[in-house]
């Protein structure tokens, strides 16, 4: 199983995820259908599924085309407002696509029907991965746009906690330079945090991805899966689990400065309708996800 990392639009990802000797490949938010069909077409990969996070449309926007273009393809994902969807998946349904199999992990919050995808392969040694839309981001979680504090935290320390500690984490956005700067000031004594901020400051110099990461490694820097840890506790004066969480989400919205929202050429673009298709998303496109 390989996955292919594809940077699009302002500072998304959508995947592929290869089965490498039949070539079949499975996409998760190919919000760019035409890029990711050039990519399907040069690699020789047959399209045989979609995997959708959550209905925003920068996740969703491309599976309508997708559908239109690729005979019998099945668009899978928790949620009625997402655009091409063919079949509905629930909370720990299994999907098997030859030798890879896919668990859905339903996490609701950042909106009501994100579901996450927990991905293996048969007889391979190789580390599973998790496909975690808007939830989990590198150092840093999804806003509760349409969820709660307790939801988040049963999200990430229970649900995503579960898997095994080396399962990579393929996230929806590059906001890990971002994430991380709110996690020195969490905590700034915290040595794995300055060398994971040194390391994707360098990162993004050479214009590399910093996914994926690991769920071992989040558990060392990313404040909101360490919500028992004194200095994060101290930070937000809390020291209830929930609480904590809480606190730290309003922090971290408060924590984003001008330049990190939505630059004035997306703005425009918005403003001619040139991003979406329709007036019920331009809410959720002018939110920040991180």
């Known amino acids: 199983?390989?996955?292919?990392?594809?940077?699009?639009?302002?500072?998304?990802?959508?995947?592929?995820?290869?089965?490498?000797?039949?070539?079949?490949?499975?996409?998760?938010?190919?919000?760019?259908?035409?890029?990711?069909?050039?990519?399907?077409?040069?690699?020789?990969?047959?399209?045989?599924?979609?995997?959708?996070?959550?209905?925003?449309?920068?996740?969703?926007?491309?599976?309508?085309?997708?559908?239109?273009?690729?005979?019998?393809?099945?668009?899978?994902?928790?949620?009625?407002?997402?655009k091409g969807l063919t079949d509905k998946v629930t909370d720990s349904q299994e999907l098997k696509f030859n030798s890879i199999n896919v668990r859905c992990l339903f996490t609701p919050c950042h909106t009501s029907g994100d579901m996450c995808y927990y991905i293996w392969e048969d007889e391979c040694t190789d580390a599973p991965a998790v496909f975690t839309g808007d939830t989990l981001f590198i150092g840093g979680c999804?806003?509760?746009?349409?969820?709660?504090?307790?939801?988040?935290?049963?999200n990430l320390t229970k649900v995503l906690a579960s898997l095994p500690q080396e399962t990579k984490v393929f996230c929806g956005h590059e906001n890990t330079i971002k994430n991380l700067k709110f996690a020195v000031l969490v905590e700034p004594e915290n040595e794995k945090v300055k060398e994971m901020l040194s390391w994707a400051r360098a990162r993004d110099d050479d214009d590399k991805p910093t996914v994926p990461s690991t769920l071992k490694e989040e558990f060392d820097y990313n404040p909101f899966l360490r919500l028992s840890e004194k200095a994060v506790q101290k930070f937000t004066g809390k020291t209830d689990a929930v609480e904590v969480m809480r606190v730290l989400r309003k922090e971290k919205d408060k924590f984003q400065k001008p330049k990190d929202r939505l630059p004035p050429q997306a703005m425009l673009a918005l403003q001619w309708g040139l991003l979406m298709s329709s007036k019920d998303h331009l809410s959720s496109a002018l939110k920040e996800n991180d």
Not at 54 to 68: P, Q, T
Not at 142 to 154: D, I, K, L, N, S
């Open 1 to 82: 199983m390989k996955v292919k990392v594809i940077s699009i639009l302002e500072d998304n990802y959508m995947y592929l995820v290869i089965e490498e000797q039949s070539k079949q490949a499975i996409a998760v938010d190919p919000a760019v259908p035409h890029r990711l069909l050039e990519i399907v077409k040069r690699e020789g990969l047959s399209l045989i599924a979609v995997l959708t996070t959550h209905y925003h449309w920068d996740h969703a926007r491309g599976n309508e085309a997708l559908v239109k273009e690729v005979p019998d393809l099945k668009v899978y994902g928790a949620d009625d407002r997402i």
């Open 142 to 154: 999804g806003r509760f746009f349409e969820g709660t504090a307790e939801q988040m935290h049963y």
